[in-house]
């Protein structure tokens, strides 16, 4: 007979939590949301965490490297998506590790004879009017100097001069050597007022650019999550049928960490996946799995060597699995059972699978009950997918922008291969939607805003970090009446808030 749950499953709008004691050390400037990302032994430091508790999806229309580089800079990490061309998957890792923050590699570049026709036309491709002079025109060539727009009037100037007759020379040029730090590089900027700084190898060929403002927006960025050679550090997703191929690749794009990629990960495949990577690589590199929902899940792929496991089936806001499988659990209850199993898993056997909650984040807070319900950290598809550094187009629908967001089993994305199970990569039936969000702007404010919210329940709750928020984190059901109660209720709103994460 089959096995049936007594209770019903919970999604996280279901729950409250009731503070606790706050005292006076309990100030959001005190808190930390630092957590673990790969597993550790009892004791010991995991060898990657995040700075807070936020990763972004294995989606299209979502992780690509220009939102890996906005996330990484607030301190956490996206997973590039693994539904494209090895290549391309790989050259999008590249360009998130060659990524110095602070580093600019010069994208504007002309060699002493281009003539100002020229330049204007390349100033007007990549809206940079500071341009390196090298002796091959290239990112990496001789320096022989400089060229701004402060150099040259436009109107005044023949259009058919040469660069060489208004660039800085290089014998005029004050420059840093590659080698040097940021710190060191903004006292030569400040020293000598400088907006740019060239920085030269030992042959003096241009290595990057270092520009006054870039430095500044790296001492706002405190969390950065970045590897022992100061790059930012990102993910990727893979797969369970070109992993041979696909694992490499990425390795050698300098990918700090992988995650199979799956709407139900508690099979064969995935162990398959863990112990060719194991037989491969050892321990050394470091790689998520999932998803699953349940305690039996969870040890499995705990078994199989997994170095973070994912939660959730149905629950992200562009899935229709539940309708078109009917499989799934509620969320919050799919969490509050694989962290008993995760807890269990500690006690037997020393060591702690950090454990993620991916999807049905629909307001900051839910994030809050996830982390007090034992996720370490959480995946989110469609908060990400607001933002100006997402892939998707930005659109003006009905007088209000949008971006667009489309799910990975959609027939947009066709990502057969994360449905798939074990029949091929063919379409058999769609598991997701397309769909528009509203546009929110930059990464960087929305993700400021949802963490000091974070911070502020942690203090109510009386926790200065997530292992105290869920040793004291006591939650509450809610009746449907109570969910009601919750919003603004009995009087006519003024201006009725449209955005959708409060
Ligand atoms: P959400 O944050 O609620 O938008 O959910 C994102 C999650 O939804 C992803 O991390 C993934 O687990 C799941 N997903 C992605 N595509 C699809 C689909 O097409 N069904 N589901």
Excluded at 174 to 195: A, F, P
Excluded at 259 to 280: F, L
Excluded at 452 to 465: E, H
Aim: hydrophobic content about 35%; glycine content about 10%; charged content about 25%.
């Amino acid at each position: 007979m089959a096995t049936y749950y007594q209770e019903a499953s919970h999604t996280f709008s279901e729950y409250l939590l009731v503070p606790g004691l706050t005292e006076e050390q309990n100030i959001p400037q005190n808190v930390s949301l630092k957590t673990p990302l790969v597993k550790f032994r009892k004791g010991e430091e995991p060898s990657i965490s995040l700075n807070i508790p936020m990763v972004s999806a294995v989606m299209q229309s979502v992780s690509g490297d220009r939102l890996a580089i906005a996330l990484a800079k607030e301190g956490g990490i996206s997973f590039i998506f693994g539904s494209q061309p090895i290549a391309d998957q790989a050259a999008m890792v590249a360009r998130v590790k060659n990524y110095k923050a602070g580093y600019v590699p010069s994208d504007s570049n002309v060699t002493p004879d281009t003539t100002i026709a020229e330049m204007l036309e390349l100033l007007d491709k990549t809206g940079h009017s500071t341009m390196a002079v090298t002796e091959d025109g290239t990112a990496n060539g001789k320096l022989l100097g400089m060229i701004t727009s402060r150099d040259y009037r436009i109107g005044h100037v023949s259009l058919d001069a040469k660069v060489k007759e208004f660039m800085t020379p290089r014998e005029k040029l004050i420059v840093g050597r590659s080698t040097d730090n940021l710190s060191t590089c903004n006292d030569l900027i400040w020293e000598h007022k400088l907006n740019t700084l060239p920085l030269v190898d030992e042959n003096d060929h241009l290595a990057y650019l270092v520009f006054r403002k870039d430095y500044e927006s790296h001492k706002a960025h405190p969390n950065e999550l970045l590897d022992h050679e100061k790059r930012f550090m990102v993910g990727a997703g893979i797969n369970t049928r070109d992993y041979e191929e696909r694992v490499p690749a990425l390795l050698n794009a300098g990918v700090d960490i992988l995650v199979i990629d799956s709407s139900d990960g508690y099979t064969c495949w995935q162990a398959k996946t863990i112990h060719w990577i194991r037989e491969h690589y050892g321990d050394s590199v470091k790689i998520g799995a999932g998803n699953v929902v349940d305690p039996d899940g969870f040890n499995y792929l705990a078994d199989a060597g997994a170095d973070f496991i994912k939660i959730g089936i149905g629950g992200g806001s562009i899935c229709i699995t539940r309708e078109t499988k009917g499989i799934g659990r509620g969320q919050a209850t799919a969490v509050q059972e694989v962290a008993k199993a995760r807890d269990a898993y500690f006690e037997k056997t020393g060591t702690y699978i950090p454990i993620c909650s991916d999807g049905g984040i629909v307001y900051d807070y839910h994030i809050i009950l996830a982390l007090a319900m034992g996720a370490d950290f959480v995946m989110l598809g469609r908060y990400f997918s607001r933002f100006e550094e997402a892939p998707g187009e930005k659109l003006m629908i009905n007088g209000s922008y949008v971006k667009e967001y489309w799910g990975e089993g959609s027939n947009r994305a066709r990502n057969w291969g994360r449905y798939d199970l074990g029949q091929g990569r063919k379409l058999s039936f769609e598991e997701g939607v397309d769909s528009y969000v509203p546009y929110a702007g930059f990464l960087h404010d929305n993700v400021l805003m949802t963490t000091s919210k974070i911070k502020s329940t942690m203090c109510n709750c009386g926790a200065l970090d997530i292992p105290e928020l869920q040793r004291k984190a006591r939650l509450t059901l809610v009746s449907a009446t109570s969910i009601v109660e919750g919003g603004a209720h009995d009087v006519m709103v003024k201006h009725k808030d449209t955005s959708f994460n409060k």
